[in-house]
């Protein structure tokens, strides 16, 4: 990596960054905060998670719905022992506003950010709010790493005092429009100052390992760790709900048709004919079907050079993420111990 | 027809290529249409505007026909059709005026379709019956109202 | 061009209610080409509102009158005797209109007919699209001559985003990316590298950002004995 180092050889010394750049494959996992100032659901959703990954991002108001914090949550995640990485968008903050909360989650113990440009406000629950968007995820990735490696503001201003070290993150969208040009936007991203990527969800393999094909022409994988995006499917609507509504999400139809099989001994019944049991025992087997094709998929991206660690998005249903982890074989997840200073 | 009421007064905007030929032919023909009826000939109903029908309506009256070629026959093209369409805004405006939308409505008549003609007076007689008198009317009677005039462009 | 629609009717005629003497002025400039405020839409709304008005047992006086531009003071002289006859004024010229017959009539009550959109053009016949967003600082050099701040949901300087698909946007079918749009002309003008290139972040100073803009040009002005 080119960027500066810290004595200790890490530019942030976060677990992530150790796992990473101790050649382990790494897992990163996700964490939706409650549209509550409720501190207990993080910790529930926290206990799911410990010890299955390396990292936990938390989102930064997904979709645009108002949720608690990113930072909020994550300075609970690091009081429960787990590593967040803080998603930050571009949506709701101007340049002045994301710095002052990067510098106050670093002051938190933070170490991990994943910088996004976010969902438009009009998917959310406050379509009618004043969007922000001074700067973009590239830019914001610049400016993170000015403040950790130039010890600089975005201004250009100094820091006075000890700069927020961030192991960065940007994602980025293998199969968004205009495809061809994805692994050369990729590549900006790491050029701006990227230390580690995850991506979308991947489930179509030959499409991404294309994608991988062309990041490895460019030698991006050799600048950055590349985090595929997974996550499991709950149902065959789900699928097909993200096949034709999620920009740059590829499901091929022989998966739906898998899920769609798990739930043939419940099938030629409506919704309402169907008991509440016969309902439960029919989504259970959706999700374990899911679950196994998340496990599958992850084997195969294993195999596929270049790619240093899974990020599994397990979208409100982060019980999901312990049997994927320890189906995968990438349980337990190891511990590197930090290097002195 | 006996039971006309005579004060109606129905505005209609006929193409001269169609419509009117059509009027001109009932004539001919000896078939009687309504009294009520105004004839304004246009050089196709793609001169419709939507304020001459606004300023018949302020005037007092209580409908509009707008009558064009067929479909397809439009000496001008698509005239017609720009009248459908400037029609329906007039529905709009009425309708935020107030007034009642079927007031005015479109009718395509070939020069030869004199029967029809009458057939279509006669049934905007029986929706302005149904409806009521324009209640922008001061007396019975349409009066004429000093409006401003069309704009030069 | 700025394009402008007309405000709801419901709307228009609440602005105007506590007034008997009204008068609706147009504009014969951007609205008139955008057919939102000109002569014609004046005499409509007019001709309207005074329907509506003897309808609702309130006949208004509502005349109209429409001036070459209502953004400059020459053009608001020309009909200061009508201006100062009504009780309220009903702009339907675009909102620097509305603010230029407050500013020259002080005593005038002036409301607005008209919600200005946009600066764009017209697509097609009856169709219009936003083109700019008056930064201050144009960067369509740098972009194929296709604005990023106008026309990308989200103002991105290093598209496109991940929501991009199938040439639209992802908050709505009808948007065309305007990333992708980029990267397509880019591409047939052989000019790809420059998408390679980080852009930093913008300044928005030039942009309302730095608050109410002006711009002063010393050659132009009347010298102060004139």
């Known amino acids: ?341 | ?153 | 061009m700025i394009i402008a629609e007309q405000k709801p009717f419901e709307e228009i005629k609440n602005l105007i209610e506590p007034a008997q003497r009204v008068l609706v002025v147009g504009c014969g400039t951007c609205v008139t080409v955008c057919f939102a405020g000109g002569a014609r839409e004046a005499a409509i709304l007019a001709a309207s509102l005074r329907m509506a008005s003897k309808l609702n047992g309130d006949p208004k006086e509502v005349t109209d009158v429409t001036v070459q531009r209502q953004c400059e003071w020459e053009y608001l002289d020309t009909i200061a005797e009508q201006i100062n006859e009504a009780d309220i004024v009903l702009s339907i010229g675009c909102g620097i209109g509305v603010q230029a017959i407050a500013e020259r009539y002080p005593k005038t009550w002036v409301v607005p007919g008209l919600n200005t959109a946009f600066l764009g053009l017209p697509a097609e016949q009856g169709v219009w699209v936003e083109r700019c967003a008056a930064c201050g600082d144009c960067i369509l050099g740098l972009t194929a001559g296709i604005c990023p701040i106008a026309r990308c949901s989200k103002s991105l300087l290093n598209g496109p985003c991940g929501g991009s698909q199938d040439g639209h946007c992802e908050v709505n079918e009808e948007i065309p990316c305007a990333w992708q749009l980029i990267y397509d002309r880019l591409q047939s003008l052989g000019k790809l590298e420059m998408l390679y290139e980080i852009r930093p972040p913008k300044n928005w100073r030039t942009s309302r950002d730095g608050g109410p803009r002006k711009i002063v040009r010393p050659d132009l002005r009347l010298s102060e004995e004139e």
């Open chain 1, 1 to 341: 990596m080119a960027d500066p180092m810290a004595p200790n050889g890490y530019v942030s010394g976060s677990n992530l960054e150790r796992v990473l750049k101790s050649g382990n494959f790494a897992v990163t996992a996700e964490l939706g905060p409650p549209q509550s100032a409720d501190a207990e659901v993080i910790r529930k959703k926290a206990a799911l998670l410990r010890g299955f990954c390396d990292a936990v991002n938390i989102t930064d108001n997904q979709t645009a719905i108002v949720r608690m914090s990113s930072i909020g949550a994550g300075a609970l995640l690091v009081r429960e022992g787990l590593e967040p990485v803080i998603q930050m968008t571009c949506r709701d903050r101007n340049r002045l506003a994301i710095q002052s909360d990067l510098l106050g989650a670093y002051a938190l113990g933070m170490r991990n950010v994943l910088c996004l440009t976010g969902d438009h406000q009009t998917f959310g629950n406050h379509p009618q709010a004043k969007n922000v968007f001074d700067i973009d995820s590239i830019q914001l990735v610049q400016i993170v790493k000015n403040l950790r490696d130039q010890h600089i503001f975005q201004c250009g201003d100094p820091l006075k005092g000890l700069e927020p070290r961030f192991f960065i993150g940007a994602a980025e969208s293998p199969f968004a429009h205009p495809i061809e040009f994805r692994p050369y936007r990729l590549g900006k991203k790491i050029k701006a100052g990227a230390n580690f990527i995850q991506t979308q969800l991947v489930f179509d393999i030959p499409a991404f390992e294309a994608f991988m094909e062309k990041v490895r022409a460019l030698g991006l994988h050799q600048q950055a760790y590349l985090l595929a995006g997974v996550g499991p499917l709950k149902s065959p609507a789900m699928a097909k709900y993200m096949k034709e509504n999620v920009p740059g999400i590829l499901i091929p139809q022989e998966l739906i048709d898998r899920l769609e099989e798990a739930g043939r001994p419940w099938a030629g019944k409506s919704r309402d004919e169907l008991t509440k049991e016969e309902k439960k025992a029919r989504s259970e087997a959706w999700k374990q079907t899911g679950i196994e094709i998340c496990i599958e998929l992850i084997q195969k991206i294993l195999k596929i050079e270049g790619v240093a660690g899974v990020h599994i998005m397990a979208i409100e249903w982060e019980e999901a993420v312990e049997p994927i982890v320890k189906g995968a074989g990438l349980y337990p997840r190891p511990v590197i111990e930090p290097l002195p200073v």
């Open chain 2, 1 to 153: 027809m006996s039971s006309v009421n005579v004060d109606y007064q129905i505005v209609a905007f006929c193409c001269q290529y169609c419509a009117y030929a059509a009027a001109d032919l009932a004539g001919g023909l000896r078939l009687q249409y309504p009294p009520n009826v105004k004839i304004v000939q246009i050089p196709c109903t793609g001169k419709m505007d939507v304020l001459y029908a606004l300023q018949a309506f302020e005037s007092g009256a209580d409908a509009v026909m707008v009558a064009g070629c067929m479909p397809g026959d439009c000496h001008f093209l698509e005239g017609n059709f720009n009248a459908v369409r400037r029609v329906e805004r007039v529905k709009d405006l009425l309708r935020q005026i107030g007034l009642e939308a079927e007031r005015i409505r479109m009718f395509h008549i070939s020069s030869s379709m004199a029967s029809q003609f009458v057939a279509a007076t006669e049934e905007m007689l029986r929706t302005v019956e149904a409806i009521g008198p324009n209640p922008l009317r001061v007396s019975g009677k349409a009066h004429p109202q000093e409006t401003c005039g069309l704009p030069s462009g």
